[in-house]
T-cell receptor
Framework: TQLLEQSPQFLSIQEGENLTVYCNSSSVFSSLQWYRQEPGEGPVLLVTVVTGGEVKKLKRLTFQFGDARKDSSLHITAAQPGDTGLYLCAGEGLDMRFGAGTRLTVKP | NAGVMQNPRHLVRRRGQEARLRCSPMKGHSHVYWYRQLPEEGLKFMVYLQKENIIDESGMPKERFSAEFPKEGPSILRIQQVVRGDSAAYFC???????????FGQGTRLTVV
């Protein structure tokens, strides 16, 4: 049973397009983190969201934590090839178990 | 402040040999997590350790695999009598607080021939 459901599993878009990926659960989290893993590297922490309804921006990336703190979304504006990677979410309290991830490919 | 250090980066073992993967957490971090990743797949949780204690090993196979995080020195993931199916990238991460905001090493890529 996957405690964190991420969708879509795969996403391939052209440079300049916008996209949103999702992380959903039936559990409530005190915080949730997003990570990005580039090919051949370890995942890198992008952001932690803590408050229900919270929105955090990191340049072209916008992270939102659901009001009920069960889900989160990541929106990327004007995607670039450098955004290519595996996007993972993790909820606090799950012994650092991750969702299966969204594998994003941005084509030039 | 050095990040999480894993070594070796690449490890080749023949079937039946032992593989020892090392992970030095970030300074001050006492929580360590190990993951396995196959190509084009996500991170599969294996084990969570906190100095000298195994907190959660539910993701680790009961046979041939073991992990430790001694009071002094790095965390070790040990795979005995390796088989071809053990070939994967193994990542470790550490955190300051339990279960949140982990920082990852660059992984050890194990190839069993």
């Amino acid at each position: 049973t996957q405690l964190l459901e991420q969708s879509p599993q795969f996403l391939s878009i052209q440079e300049g397009e916008n996209l949103t990926v999702y992380c959903n659960s039936s559990s409530v989290f005190s915080s949730l983190q997003w990570y990005r893993q580039e090919p051949g590297e370890g995942p890198v922490l992008l952001v932690t969201v803590v408050t229900g309804g919270e929105v955090k921006k990191l340049k072209r990336l916008t992270f939102q934590f659901g009001d009920a703190r069960k889900d989160s979304s990541l929106h990327i504006t004007a995607a670039q090839p450098g955004d290519t990677g595996l996007y993972l979410c993790a909820g606090e309290g799950l012994d650092m178990r991750f969702g299966a991830g969204t594998r994003l490919t941005v084509k030039p | 402040n050095a990040g999480v250090m894993q070594n070796p980066r690449h490890l080749v073992r023949r079937r039946g040999q032992e593989a020892r993967l090392r992970c030095s957490p970030m300074k001050g971090h006492s929580h360590v997590y190990w993951y396995r990743q196959l190509p084009e797949e996500g991170l599969k949780f294996m084990v969570y350790l906190q100095k000298e204690n195994i907190i959660d090993e539910s993701g680790m196979p009961k046979e041939r695999f073991s992990a430790e995080f001694p009071k002094e020195g790095p965390s070790i993931l040990r795979i005995q009598q390796v088989v071809r199916g053990d070939s994967a990238a193994y990542f470790c991460a550490s955190s300051l607080k339990a279960n949140t905001e982990a920082f990852f090493g660059q992984g050890t890529r194990l190839t069993v021939v």
